[in-house]
């Protein structure tokens, strides 16, 4: 197997931007005897550079390919050496990051190449056609399942991703898509409850709740039947390559414009119709004096984001907590459970979507990492701080800022380092 003749046009290019950009003074380090190790390698040396080693998790690797000596991730990357570059192309990029993180390197020390890693090693093709025929099959027999509920339809629209703000911002703009399209009578697809729980914010009418199989079973049958099937999958980029998408990060394209122009099909960018939200007063009130916060004085901090964990700490968090409780305020954690653990030295609260906006005006003050509930609480009259962390598709500031995406414009967006806790000082003077 090789990589396509793309595929390596783009690493190549990747590559030597980057030699370009900041010299060649680095000891590199290839993360996995992936497709691409070998392209990799050649791209480097033609930079001038030369490859010391390859990490790779699994054990049942040699101890050297290529000519190039492996070893495990712990034994090639400790100590730690400020000289090491850690160049990832592989699908699984994130928990490779994470892994390299936690010897210590940062985002300086990385060079991560995002391409679809598609192994065709070992594949039965028969095997491969009768497993994606019968996809097909089922996710139609799933679609007139599903179509048999209603009487009649003019569209069925699929949110193909589980995360909070990827369903707000469909909700958000579907009011002026139907209006556009005529459409009075629809059916609308999720994934889980939570989901489901902000399609209801905005009275979405018809939702159906799948499990992830299920979606992309639909998904699979869309993709062959195509308009023999009376779906729009609400895709704010290809199906495909899903987070592979390099325009993110080459192009700065952000969130919004994908699902602006592409999804929704509009000339201009459309305002964005956020939820009306219950002002309960009696239930807050009711908070504040049981957990003895103080109105207008108090942060809820937002510390988790979904599934993956991002570069900041629990003591960095703390360390926000206690800069805040210096100042006078009063400060929760938002936590669900066991999952969510509290902040040491933060009061916990949970609220609902429909609460949360009253809850945080009520405070005065919101400190998150960015993640779905930053678009849920987007328009709550109350001081904002949102971090964002580069090193992960799903929180760089490019491409999600709350204010490019029409969400926001009011708020403090700061790009996560340690030396971002001295702008909370000055934020909340």
Request: proline share 3%; aromatic share 14%; net charge negative.
């Amino acid at each position: 197997m090789r990589a396509s003749d793309y595929e390596v046009t783009y690493m190549k290019s990747s590559i030597k931007e980057y030699f370009s950009q900041n010299g060649q003074n680095y000891r590199v380090i290839i993360f996995g005897c992936t497709p691409y190790a070998k392209d990799i390698k050649s791209a480097v040396e033609n930079c001038g550079v030369r490859v010391g080693l390859i990490i790779d998790n699994s054990s049942a690797k040699g101890k050297e390919s290529m000519g190039i000596p492996v070893a495990l991730p712990k034994e090639g990357l400790l100590p730690y050496n400020d000289k090491n570059l850690i160049i990832i192309c592989s699908k699984f990029y994130q928990e490779m990051i994470g892994q390299v993180k936690e010897y210590g390197y940062s985002e300086k020390n990385i060079l991560n190449i995002l391409v679809d890693e598609c192994s065709i090693l070992d594949v039965n093709i028969e095997l491969e056609f009768e497993k994606a025929k019968r996809n097909v099959i089922e996710g139609y027999q799933l679609y007139l399942e599903i179509c048999s509920k209603y009487a009649a339809f003019d569209k069925m629209f699929l949110c193909p991703y589980p995360g909070t703000g990827d369903i707000y911002m469909a909700c958000a703009l579907l009011e002026d898509y139907l209006a556009k399209q005529n459409i009075e009578k629809y059916i609308f697809v999720v994934i889980g409850g939570n989901c489901k729980r902000v399609a209801d914010l905005f009275y979405v009418m018809n939702i159906e709740v799948l499990d992830s199989a299920k979606m992309q079973q639909l998904l699979h049958a869309w993709s062959f039947l195509g308009d023999r099937m009376n779906i729009k999958p609400l895709l704010y980029w290809n199906w495909r390559v899903k987070r592979f998408m390099r325009s993110e990060r080459k192009r700065e394209i952000p969130f919004a414009e994908c699902f602006q122009f592409d999804v929704f099909e509009n000339e201009r960018m459309m305002p964005i119709r956020h939820f009306k939200p219950v002002y309960d007063y009696e239930w807050i009130e009711k908070i504040f004096e049981e957990k003895e916060l103080k109105k207008g004085r108090t942060v809820v901090l937002a510390p988790y984001a979904g599934s993956f964990v991002p570069d900041m700490t629990v003591d960095d968090w703390k360390s926000i907590a206690d800069t805040l409780k210096k100042k006078g305020y009063t400060v929760c954690t938002n936590s669900s459970g066991e999952k969510e653990p509290v902040i040491p030295g933060t009061v916990p609260v949970f609220f609902a979507y429909d609460r949360a906006i009253g809850f945080l005006e009520y405070a005065g003050g919101f400190i998150a990492f960015r993640s779905g509930l930053c678009d849920v609480v987007s328009q709550a009259k109350c001081k904002m701080v949102v971090f964002y962390d580069n090193n992960y598709n799903a929180a760089k500031m490019d491409f999600f800022s709350l204010k490019k995406m029409g969400l926001r414009e009011d708020v403090e967006e700061l790009v996560w380092t340690e030396d971002t806790l001295r702008m909370i000082d000055e934020i909340f003077a």
